[in-house]
């Protein structure tokens, strides 16, 4: 009898912490590139966003970005939100470099003032043009997420990819 209770006890106490761990929130910092649509034709624009969760002490970021040349050309980079506090904060982005078809690099930015950021929002927008069918992934490379110390912070990432018919 007593066993029984122990071992009913025992398998209740295991049940909690299991639940317990499944139903708390992610704070792991996640980078997602994301487009509203998976599918354009020849000749479209479609704007990427790249989106930060869950980050703690940012102060700058840098990345790479790959894409299918054969597919789409790349058109502009634009800074998010989030970086600058919507407006509140001075930032500054350095020109990033896109003269090798399928690669953009050092899309750069850090704030200037002020302490870091802290949350979830929109670093950058990236926007290309359908020039032939196909498909591409958009993904980031060489990505540094940096804190005010230039410490790095630790990242996931989850990339996306567009259909063009």
């Known amino acids: 009898m007593k066993k029984d209770l122990l071992v009913g006890l025992l398998m209740c106490v295991v049940l909690t ?11 792991e910092t996640m980078l997602a590139v ?15 966003n790249v989106m930060i969760t869950n980050v ?4 700058g970021f840098q990345f790479d970005v790959n894409y299918n040349a054969d597919v789409l050309e790349f058109v ?10 919507s407006g509140e904060t001075q930032t500054y ?8 078809p ?7 930015c850090t704030r200037l003032g002020g302490g870091p950021v802290d949350g ?17 992934d958009i993904t980031l490379s060489n990505i540094k997420l940096a804190k ?16 063009v018919e």
């Open 17 to 27: 912490i299991v639940i317990a761990g499944c139903s708390k929130p992610s704070t």
């Open 34 to 48: 994301s487009a509203p649509v998976d599918t354009i034709i020849v000749g479209e624009e479609v704007t990427f």
């Open 56 to 59: 703690e002490g940012l102060f």
């Open 76 to 85: 502009r980079a634009k800074e998010g939100t989030f970086l600058s506090n």
């Open 93 to 100: 982005c350095i020109g990033y470099d896109a003269s090798s």
């Open 102 to 108: 399928g690669l953009v690099e050092n899309v750069v």
């Open 120 to 136: 979830d929002g929109l670093l950058e927008t990236l926007t290309f043009k359908a020039v032939n069918q196909g498909s591409s």
């Open 148 to 163: 005010p110390t230039t410490e790095n912070i630790e990242y996931s990432l989850m990339s996306d990819s567009i259909l």
